[in-house]
C-alpha cells in the first residue's frame, strides 16, 4: 500500500510539472507568434517598397528564360545591398528560428498532452482495478487471508524475538555461572582444609550413607529416564498405528466405492443380459413354433405323397394302367411336390425317388423314398402285400390328382390293402423306423 501511495504522488508531482511546463509552452508559443506576425507585416512592406524601387530601376524586357538570365547576369546591374535588406534577412533568419523553436514547443506540448492522456488512462484503470478488487469476492477472501497470514507472520516474529531474548539471557546467565563455578573451584583448590574435608569424607559413616543415597537417587533417576523414553517411544509407535489405521480406514472406504460403483454397473449388465436372455428365448419360441407348424405341414405332404403312392400300388396291382400312362402321372405329383415344397419353405429333399423293379408285374415305375415312413418290399412272388405305419386321408389339396382319389384313400384291414414292402436291394425284411 505504501508503494502504491508513492507512486501516486510521484504520478501527481509528475502531472503538476507537466501542467507547468505546458503553460509556459503555450505563454512561450503565444510570443512567438506576435513576434512572427510583426516580421511578416515589416516583410510585407518591404517587399512592397523594393518592388516599387525596382520598377524605377528596371524596364521590363520579354526575352527566353536562358537569355534571361544570361543578360540578368552580364549585363544587368546588381542593385546594392542596403541595411534595410540585412535587416530584413536578420528578422527572417530569427523568424525561421522562433518556428523551429515553436515548432519543437508543440512537439514537446503534444507529446505533454499524450503523457497526460496517458496518465488519466492510468487512472481510470487503476480505479476500475479498484472497483474489481472491492466486487471480486475471490479477491476479497485472498485480501483477507493476505491479512491473517500477515498477522500471523508478525506474532511469529514477536515470538522468536521473544525467545531470541531469552535464550541471550540465559546465555549471559549460564556465563555468568561458568565464571562463579570456575572461581569456587579455584577457591576450593587453594583451600588449606581439602585433604582434611577429603579425609572425613572418607572415614564418615554419615557422609558414606548420604553417598549410598546419592546412588540409589541417580539409579532411580536412570531408571525413571529410561521408562520415559520407553513411554515416549510407544506414544510414537501408537500414534503410527493410528495414522496407519486411519490411512487404511480411507483406503476401505475408497474401495468400498469403488466396489458399490462395480455392482451397481454389474447390475444394469445383469438388466440388460437378462433383457437379452428373455429376447432370445421369446426368439426361440417362435422358431419352435415355426418349426412346429413346419412339422405339421411337412406330415400332411408326406400323408399325401403316401396316400397317392397307396393308389399308385393298386392301380400297378389291378394292372389296368399301361407304363405310359403311370409315367405321365408320376410327373403331375413330382411337380405337385416340388409346388408344395416352394410354398411351404422347405429347402431340403425329404422325398428321394428310388428306382424299384419287379419280376413278377415286369413293369418298371417311379416310386418316392418317404423319409418319415420306411416301406417294406416282399420277395418276389410274395401274395401278401402290406403298407406300414399310417392311416388316415388324404390332404385337400392333392384330391383330384389322379383318378379315383376324389374321396381319398382310407386304410382298411382288408387283404388288399395290407402288403410288405421291400427295397430292390434288401432282399427280406428291412429296418422299421417311425
Not at 24 to 51: G, I, Y
Not at 76 to 98: C, D, G, H, V, Y
Not at 148 to 165: D, F, G, L, P
Not at 194 to 221: R, V
Request: with cysteine; glycine share 6%; net charge positive.
Amino acid at each position: 500500500m505504501e508503494d502504491t501511495d508513492n507512486k501516486k504522488q510521484d504520478a501527481a508531482s509528475r502531472l503538476q510539472e507537466t501542467q507547468c511546463s505546458m503553460q509556459d509552452a503555450l505563454s512561450m508559443m503565444n510570443v512567438a507568434v506576435r513576434k512572427r506576425e510583426e516580421t511578416a507585416r515589416r516583410m510585407r512592406d518591404s517587399m512592397f517598397s523594393m518592388q516599387d524601387s525596382e520598377d524605377d530601376l528596371y524596364t521590363p524586357c520579354v526575352l527566353q528564360y536562358t537569355d534571361f538570365l544570361r543578360l540578368h547576369q552580364t549585363i544587368t546591374p546588381r542593385p546594392p545591398k542596403s541595411k534595410k535588406f540585412f535587416r530584413l534577412q536578420a528578422e527572417r533568419e530569427e523568424t525561421k528560428n522562433i518556428q523551429g523553436k515553436a515548432n519543437t514547443q508543440i512537439k514537446d506540448l503534444k507529446s505533454g498532452l499524450q503523457a497526460v492522456q496517458e496518465q488519466k488512462d492510468l487512472k481510470d484503470v487503476e480505479m476500475q482495478m479498484r472497483r474489481h478488487i472491492k466486487n471480486s469476492s475471490y479477491l476479497k477472501h485472498n485480501m483477507e487471508q493476505r491479512c491473517i497470514a500477515v498477522k500471523k507472520i508478525q506474532t511469529c516474529q514477536e515470538k522468536n524475538e521473544q525467545i531470541r531474548e531469552l535464550l541471550n539471557e540465559l546465555n549471559r546467565e549460564i556465563i555468568a555461572l561458568n565464571k562463579h563455578h570456575r572461581q569456587l573451584k579455584k577457591q576450593m583448590q587453594n583451600c588449606i582444609h581439602g585433604e582434611y574435608i577429603s579425609a572425613i569424607l572418607k572415614d564418615s559413616k554419615q557422609f558414606q550413607e548420604a553417598k549410598e543415597l546419592i546412588e540409589h537417587f541417580t539409579k532411580a533417576k536412570r531408571l525413571h529416564d529410561e521408562l520415559l523414553k520407553n513411554m515416549q517411544s510407544k506414544q510414537a509407535e501408537v500414534d503410527k498405528s493410528q495414522s496407519e489405521t486411519n490411512r487404511i480406514r480411507e483406503e476401505y472406504s475408497f474401495t468400498q466405492g469403488g466396489n458399490v460403483i462395480k455392482i451397481q454397473q454389474l447390475k444394469l449388465e445383469l438388466g440388460d443380459s437378462i433383457g437379452s436372455v428373455k429376447a432370445v428365448e421369446k426368439r426361440f419360441k417362435e422358431l419352435h413354433k415355426l418349426s412346429d407348424w413346419k412339422t405339421m405341414e411337412l406330415g400332411r405332404i408326406s400323408r399325401a405323397i403316401y396316400e397317392m403312392s397307396r393308389y399308385l400300388w393298386k392301380m400297378g396291382m389291378s394292372g389296368t394302367m399301361n407304363v405310359e400312362e403311370t409315367a405321365a402321372l408320376l410327373d403331375k405329383i413330382m411337380e405337385f411336390i416340388h409346388d408344395l415344397r416352394e410354398a411351404t419353405g422347405f429347402e431340403q429333399t425329404y422325398f428321394r425317388p428310388k428306382r424299384i423293379t419287379w419280376s413278377d408285374y415286369g413293369a418298371p415305375y417311379w416310386l418316392p423314398d418317404l423319409s418319415i415312413y420306411t416301406l417294406r418290399v416282399p420277395p418276389p412272388g410274395d401274395p401278401q402285400q402290406t403298407f406300414a405305419g399310417y392311416s388316415g386321408s388324404v390332404p385337400c389339396g392333392c384330391q383330384g390328382l389322379l383318378p379315383g382319389m376324389e374321396q381319398g384313400c382310407t386304410s382298411d384291414s382288408s387283404a388288399e390293402a395290407r402288403g410288405t414292402v421291400t427295397d430292390s436291394w434288401g432282399g427280406g425284411a428291412g429296418t422299421e423306423r417311425n
